[in-house]
C-alpha cells in the first residue's frame, strides 16, 4: 500500500515539474512574440512641433500657460489602448497636474467622453484634430509635458502602468 501511495505522490511530482516547465516555455514564447510584434510596454519619445509654445498657442487650455509643470494625455475614441485609459479615468479622475484632451478620430467625440463619464474643467475635446495638427502629434495615447507655461516634450502613454507614472515632471538639465 505504501509502494503505490510513492508512486503516485511520484508521478504527481512528475507531472507538476513537466507542468510548470511547459508553463515557462509559454511564457518565454509570448515574450518573443510581444518583442517580435513590439508590443513590450515601452514609452517612446514623441517629436513635438510646438516645443517652446504656449499652451493655449496651439489650443490647449489657458491655465497651462501659467503651470509651473503638468502634462496633457491625448485619447482617441478609437484606440484600444485609450479606452483602457479612459476606463481607468472614469468620472473624470485625472491626477493632479494632468489634463485630457479627447482625439475624435471617428464620428464624434460625445458618446466616447459619455461612455468614460469623462467630465470635468481639466477635460477638453479636439474638435477636427486642429490642436494635434498643431502640436504635430499624431500618436495616441500620449502626453505632452509642460514646463514654466511652455510645451517641452511628448512621450507615448502605452499603458495603466505608465499613466499612473505621468505625473508631471521636471525635463534633466545639462549642466554647463
Known amino acids: 500500500m505504501v509502494t503505490v501511495l510513492l508512486i503516485v505522490v511520484c ?14 516555455e ?5 515574450k518573443q512574440l510581444r518583442k517580435f510584434l513590439d508590443l513590450e510596454d515601452k514609452v ?48 473624470g479622475r485625472l491626477p493632479d497636474g494632468i489634463w485630457l484632451l479627447v482625439v475624435p478620430v471617428t464620428g464624434d467625440a460625445r458618446e466616447f467622453v459619455d461612455h468614460y463619464e469623462l467630465r470635468g474643467d481639466r477635460i477638453s475635446v479636439d474638435l477636427g ?26 512621450q507615448t502613454v502605452p499603458s495603466v502602468r505608465h ?3 505621468l505625473p508631471p515632471r521636471r525635463a534633466a538639465k545639462s549642466i554647463s
Open 26 to 30: 509559454l511564457f518565454e514564447q509570448v
Open 44 to 91: 517612446t519619445d514623441l517629436e513635438l512641433a510646438a516645443a517652446g509654445a504656449r499652451p493655449s498657442e496651439v489650443g490647449l487650455p489657458k491655465e497651462l500657460d501659467h503651470v509651473e509643470t503638468g502634462a496633457v494625455l491625448l485619447l482617441s475614441n478609437k484606440c484600444a489602448t485609450c479606452q483602457t485609459l479612459a476606463a481607468t479615468l472614469r468620472g
Open 129 to 154: 484634430e486642429l490642436t494635434t495638427n498643431r502640436l504635430g502629434l499624431d500618436v495616441t495615447p500620449s502626453a505632452v509635458f509642460v514646463e514654466d507655461g511652455r510645451l517641452t516634450t511628448a
Open 11 to 24: 508521478l504527481l511530482i512528475a507531472m507538476a515539474f513537466v507542468l510548470l516547465g511547459a508553463q515557462i
Open 163 to 165: 499613466l499612473r507614472t
